[in-house]
């Protein structure tokens, strides 16, 4: 039988665990309860008492986990490494017990498997709920996670994306936490296995429970079209020095998702010279200079055209950027 003081000692360095919603059963697992009755009498003008025998039970162990994700859906795109689902992992029974964690990315009904990574589960070690160089791969057998009741532990799986997906496609992983004293049916017992040599008795959650992530795919895709027009000093379109060349560039974004930080820059062609006060996005006006507007003309090092787009999405429509220059 193993020794679960020994092992939660080991485990404790290893994982930070927190103190869950209260989902424990009932009494703690090792509990002894008592129980002595008294009778009372009269004999004459004397009252006596006397005790019965003290019977005892102590409580058992009862195995229920509970699998949650944090994360339902993460949005990723085409090609994309060690994509993060976050799940808790709760001991509701009420006593220490230790996990076996297995993710699984073979699911029917979505579009792709997800590739695990490599590492591809992990432990929220320091216990704040975000990925980071502190956190504990996971290796079965070596740092399984030993959780008080009520006690759970964040659990990060890592996949990869394939390349060949498409906008819209979702591909689903799982993870799976079973109880190592074992499962089975509700009321599957376990002698001498429990808490404090108690029995382990499988609650209703059958000492296993697996949630499932879904990963969705939001291929974006940005287009700039750009066309010109030429305007002489006599009314013509011949791009005689002196002339203007007015540019349009149209921005387009399709597919679902957003393009974030979205940044316009147009080097000013050689020969030519921009034409201070010509560039606008979406018509309006902006100056040439680095100030509190989304555009600004810059000379060097390389003489360009920058605007900041933000963030662009197909449901948030065209963005026109134009601008002039003259030749030389």
Known sequence: MRSRSSLFGAAALLVGVAAGPAHAI????????????????????????????????TVA????????????????SPGAVAQLLRYRVTNTGNGPETFHLVMNNAIAGDQFDPVAASPAIYLDSNNNGTFDASDAPYTAGTNDPVLNADEFVTVFVRNDIPLAVVDTDTGRSSL???????????????????????????????ASSTETGT????????????TQVVADRWGGTRPVPGATINYTIVVNATGTGTATAALFTDNIPANTTFVPGSLRLNTAVLTDGADADAGAYEAAPTARVRVALGDISQAGGSQTIQFAVTIN
């Open 176 to 206: 799976n936490a079973e109880s190592r004293t074992g499962t089975g049916v509700a009321g599957t017992t376990f002698a001498g296995q429990g808490a404090g040599g108690t029995d382990a008795v499988v609650g209703l959650t059958t």
């Open 61 to 76: 162990e009862i195995l229920d986990v509970v699998v949650t994700v944090q994360t339902p859906t993460v949005s990723v």
């Open 215 to 226: 990963y969705r795919v939001e291929a974006i895709s940005i287009v700039a079209n750009k």
């Open 26 to 57: 009932g009494v703690p697992a090792g509990t002894a309860i008592n129980n002595t009755a008294e009778v009372s009498y009269n004999v004459g003008t004397v009252t006596s008492s006397v005790s019965s025998n003290t019977v005892s039970v």
